[in-house]
């Protein structure tokens, strides 16, 4: 059985700058929903966020706080609020400890910003291209503040992505744009659409050559500084915040890269994470992987949020096309295909399933997709059983048992 050693995080010195800017964000949506002197919009976090901003409203995401009550451990004890009012505990845990959060008045914003509330909403827009919880989800809070309900219904699990797909989506956001005229007191202009998807594009494709320095080895990035530094490519891209971010982040990478600086020390192990992070256990999987020289440094989940596919000479069809070809959206062949190619990219040695309790959706294990991967592939993988933010679904001891007998296996195969 490999030794689990105790290990230190290595600090990422971009960081600071990073939590200014996520502080920054939240105090804006702060100061205007106190003083409504701005439009605020509720978005889920694959939606076109692009075309709200064009439109002048502050977008806040939902699922982003979904992820704070996560990290913060406020989760688990907030979901049974929502439960009484009949969300089931085996829906999203997103959901329901953020629908539980608002029950009770308990916010993590109020700790990390000394923030009371989350931002009241002008309008609440979704995309089921990620899920159907998200519909349901903002559905709630729509009635709670007496505020529209607007989205997109994108078909799920195709293996192309065709004409037939695209133009029915690009249909439907364009559609979303004479209602947000109403909402915002704005005229729909193009030209503020392209200035946004031009930034965003450049956020995601700097967000992409940051998980794509992880390929050098020893990679100078591991999954778990992953999760945190996806936050400005979530909430503020379209905006130049987000650009100037990555640039930073980006070439204290590659410095650590010509270094031979890795995220962790002696890495022996390349390993790939599918699904959502458990993420009230962001640092004992931290630790626990890299105390057994093992790096997970390539994930499905941060690479979510890549739009290279953004045209302003295309704005809706374009649009269309990023947030349809997602991995989530996706079937299980296109989903296998692209992770064949992430194991090459990244020269993975095993890749660790999370199947998630209440997320079916970013849990990729129950088709026999890891089965089959293995077979065409020959990379050994294993699954742990647990949850994104209801801690209840998780045994520690389990998943320490399993990953050190996994690091065994890799070992011994070699
Ligand atoms: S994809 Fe999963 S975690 Fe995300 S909102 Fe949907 S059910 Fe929740």
Redesign the pocket.
């Given at each position: 059985m490999p030794e689990t050693k105790k290990t230190l995080r290595k600090k990422i010195e971009a960081t600071g700058l990073m939590n200014k800017y996520m502080a920054d964000y939240f105090y804006e949506l702060d100061a205007a929903s106190k003083s409504r002197d701005k439009k605020i919009a509720w978005c889920t976090s694959v939606g076109p966020a692009e075309l709200l901003h064009s439109f002048g409203f502050l977008v806040y995401y939902p699922?982003n706080h979904g992820a704070m009550l996560g990290a913060t451990r406020m989760a688990t004890d907030l979901i049974p609020y929502a439960n009484a009012i009949g969300y089931s505990p085996d829906i999203?845990s997103?959901?329901t400890s953020d629908i539980g959060s608002y029950l009770t008045n308990n916010t993590p914003l109020t700790k990390a910003y000394g923030i009371e509330s989350v931002p009241k909403p002008d309008v609440l827009v979704f995309n089921t291209n990620?899920?159907r919880?998200?519909q349901d989800w903002m559905a709630w809070y729509a009635n709670e503040f007496k505020a529209p309900l607007i989205g997109i219904n994108t078909p799920r699990t195709p293996t192309d992505v065709n004409d037939v797909i695209i133009n029915s989506v690009a249909e439907q956001i364009e559609g979303l744009t004479g209602k947000l005229e109403e909402i915002s007191g704005n005229k729909f202009d193009p030209k503020k659409l392209s200035a946004v998807m031009a930034l965003s594009r450049e956020c995601t494709e700097l967000w992409k050559e940051v998980l794509d320095t992880a390929a050098a080895k020893p990679s100078p990035i591991s999954f778990f500084d992953c999760t945190i530094h996806m936050g400005p490519a979530v909430v503020l891209r379209g905006t130049q915040q987000a650009v100037d971010y990555y640039k930073i982040l980006l070439a204290e990478l590659k410095e650590r890269v010509a270094n031979n600086i890795g995220a962790v020390d002696d890495e022996k192990y390349r390993i790939y994470w599918e699904g959502?992070p458990v993420w009230g256990r962001l640092r004992q999987h931290s630790e626990l992987f890299a105390g057994l020289n093992a790096c997970v440094l390539a994930s499905t989940y941060c690479n979510s949020w890549i739009f290279s596919d953004f045209d302003e000479n295309d704005h809706f069809r374009s649009m269309a096309k990023a947030y349809t070809e997602l991995f989530?959206v996706r079937s299980d062949s296109a989903k296998e295909h692209y992770i064949k190619k992430m194991i090459k990219t990244f020269a993975i040695d095993g890749i660790v399933y999370h199947d998630a309790k209440?997320?079916p959706?970013?849990s990729n294990c129950r088709y026999g997709m890891p089965q089959r991967l293995e077979k065409r592939t020959g990379v050994p993988s294993i699954t742990i059983n647990g949850d994104?933010n209801d801690m209840r679904m998780v045994s520690d001891e389990q998943t320490k048992t399993n990953i050190e007998a996994f690091i065994e296996q890799i070992e011994e195969n070699r």
């Open positions: 699922e999203c997103y959901l990620q899920c919880d998200v959502m989530i209440t997320c959706n970013n994104l």
